[in-house]
Nanobody, 121 residues
Framework: QVQLVESGGGLVRAGGSLRLSCAASGRDFSSAAKAWFRQVPGKEREFVAAISSSGRNTFYADSVKGRFSISRDNAKDTHYLQIEDLKPEDTAVYYC??????????????WGQGTQVTVSA
């Protein structure tokens, strides 16, 4: 069974930090571009960050630049999202994803199950 298994979400106070992880299993995605998205109830899922297969290139939504950092470990087929200076508006379900390509950030070939991040004021 192909899965992306997320971990690291939780409840944190504003100003705190979190590191989300997404580990692939059942299929080798170590050479694929990867990403993170988030979704608030009642709103569409939105793109957060993407990373190229090598890890040399990253791209961020304007709303998270400077506070979010995406990285990957291809040996573990895992990618990460480091979030600093969390704000209440960062509260959402965060989904990891495998992309068709780094250039096609809107085409997802595999989704994670989602992990809740809640930021208290």
């Amino acid at each position: 069974q192909v899965q992306l298994v997320e971990s690291g979400g939780g409840l944190v106070r504003a100003g705190g930090s979190l590191r989300l992880s997404c580990a692939a299993s059942g299929r080798d995605f170590s050479s694929a571009a990867k990403a993170w998205f988030r979704q608030v109830p009642g709103k569409e899922r939105e793109f957060v960050a993407a990373i190229s297969s090598s890890g040399r290139n990253t791209f961020y939504a304007d709303s998270v630049k400077g506070r979010f950092s995406i990285s990957r470990d291809n040996a573990k087929d895992t990618h990460y999202l480091q979030i600093e200076d969390l704000k209440p508006e960062d509260t959402a379900v965060y989904y990891c994803a495998v992309l068709r390509s780094y250039a096609q950030r809107d085409i997802v070939v595999q989704w994670g199950q989602g992990t809740q991040v809640t930021v208290s004021a």
